[in-house]
């Protein structure tokens, strides 16, 4: 579902995607419309679901979560059972903070975070690995984070 946006609803959210800790005093005076409207917009883009959720965005090094790996999973069979009963398996594991059911050689796409290597493989033999589903598992370890942003392409809007 495609909600129609205003220009000031696409400031807004960009202003918001950036900060969400801005009040709607700032994103007005930002906007230059006074509070009142502001408050009012903002509300109606959380209301419409445009607006998720507000959370604070931690650092991996200050953590020190090191590692990233992004681990390709084809599935021992197809099928909508073997499906659901991966996915339900893999939104228990914390270490996987993003999948994707992909197209092509693979069937789905998982972004890990851990501390190191060693937790890596820890995580893949004693839980990844613990689906009985998993047909073939690829890891591919990130060496340089280039770009990692949340911040979602508003100018195509």
Excluded at 89 to 95: I, Y
Aim: charge should be negative; proline fraction near 2%; charged fraction near 30%.
């Amino acid at each position: 579902m495609s909600i129609e946006l205003t220009s000031q609803d696409i400031k807004i959210l960009d202003l918001l995607q950036r900060n969400a800790d801005r009040s709607s005093s700032d994103v007005a005076d930002q906007l230059n419309i006074s509070q009142s409207p502001a408050w009012r917009r903002i509300n109606r883009l959380e209301e419409e679901g445009v607006i998720e959720k507000k959370v604070a965005l931690l650092s991996r090094d200050a953590l020190g979560m090191e590692l990233v790996a992004f681990t390709t999973v084809n599935l021992s069979q197809a099928g909508r059972k073997s499906m659901e009963m991966f996915e339900a398996g893999v939104k228990r594991l914390d270490e996987v903070v993003e999948c994707y059911t992909m197209t092509g050689a693979w069937d789905y796409m998982l972004k890990v975070v851990v501390k190191d290597i060693r937790s890596y493989e820890k995580f893949v033999r004693g839980r990844l690995l613990e689906l009985p589903m998993i047909g073939e598992l690829h890891s591919h370890i990130s060496v340089t984070e280039i770009k990692n942003t949340t911040e979602l392409p508003l100018r195509q809007l």
